[in-house]
């Protein structure tokens, strides 16, 4: 007796049902665990304080301005840039308490694990956003360009986050060990520094302002502060990312996915031979 071969779209919609139940046991995680929820409320207030209010009173911001409607783009962006390491320890938990591999052994698309766990890094990104706009609006911040423009600059971050959570999960299924997991995460935290998130890279020597201005970070930074219309937009001779921002976080996005997508679903298969 011949075995039937699923077709192709048989197959799309078992990986898509099956990272849809991922997902759904992800959000469950997060509700069994009120510390992450309470943290998420609490880090966009302390960011916003410490940088809007302690840092920002010795910062000028280039050609005039308020220095908290320029520093929440950088904000924004600091939080998308915090999938790589939520899902990196994420997925590193999960193979090292044999998750995974029961995973593994169920009747399951393989993919979907991956899968779930970026979209469910999706769903929590959106929320961690969500919270650190009302902070934003709290102490003054707001769009200045209309809903449209604003609703380009939040889709972007959202495309980038989404992007960078397939660098979390690749470098999750590497790592396999949740404690080492936790030692690597403040090695990437320097990435959203070297960056024009909360200071201009005018004043950095000239191979570090190559790097900062060449950052994913900066071209989402500079994309959402001209698409909100708040101060520190680029301007003048700039670095090909600052001066057409939204294509570079575009481009950006592509070739994280193009590169970790297959990359991060091959190591996750290979991991169960």
């Not at 991922?22 to 009120?34: I, K």
């Not at 902070?135 to 986050?161: C, D, K, M, T, Y």
């Not at 999750?172 to 949740?178: C, F, P, Y």
Request: charged share 15%; no cysteine; aromatic share 10%.
């Amino acid at each position: 007796m011949t075995a039937l071969t699923p077709s192709r779209g048989s197959r799309l919609r078992w990986t898509v049902t099956d990272g849809l139940t991922l997902v759904g046991r992800e959000l469950s995680r997060v509700r069994q665990e009120p510390g992450e929820l309470v943290a998420m409320l609490v880090f966009p207030a302390v960011m916003v304080v410490l940088f809007g209010y302690v840092f920002g009173s010795a910062i000028q911001v280039p050609g005039g301005g308020d220095y908290r409607e320029y520093l929440m783009p950088g904000l924004y962006a600091m939080v998308s840039f915090t999938a790589i390491m939520t899902v990196m320890v994420r997925v590193a938990t999960d193979a090292s308490r044999g998750v995974m591999d029961r995973f593994r052994s169920m009747p399951m698309a393989r993919s979907a694990v991956p899968f779930g766990q970026t979209g469910a890094d999706m769903l929590a990104g959106l929320m961690a956003l969500a919270i650190m706009v009302g902070a934003g609006l709290l102490v003054g911040w707001q769009p200045h360009r209309g809903p449209g423009p604003a609703a380009e600059a939040f889709l972007l971050l959202i495309v980038l986050r989404y992007a960078l959570s397939w660098v979390g999960v690749y470098a999750g299924l590497v790592v396999k060990n949740e404690q080492v997991a936790d030692q690597v995460v403040p090695l990437f935290l320097p990435a959203t520094m070297l960056s024009n998130s909360f200071v201009p890279t005018d004043g950095m020597p000239a191979w570090l302002r190559f790097v900062a201005d060449w950052s994913p970070v900066s071209a989402v930074t500079a994309a959402s502060r001209e698409l909100f219309g708040n101060p520190g937009a680029p301007s003048g001779d700039v670095a090909w990312p600052l001066a057409h921002p939204v294509a570079a976080v575009l481009l950006w996005s592509a070739v994280l996915l193009a590169v970790f997508v297959p990359l991060s679903v091959r190591t996750y298969n290979r991991r169960g031979r």
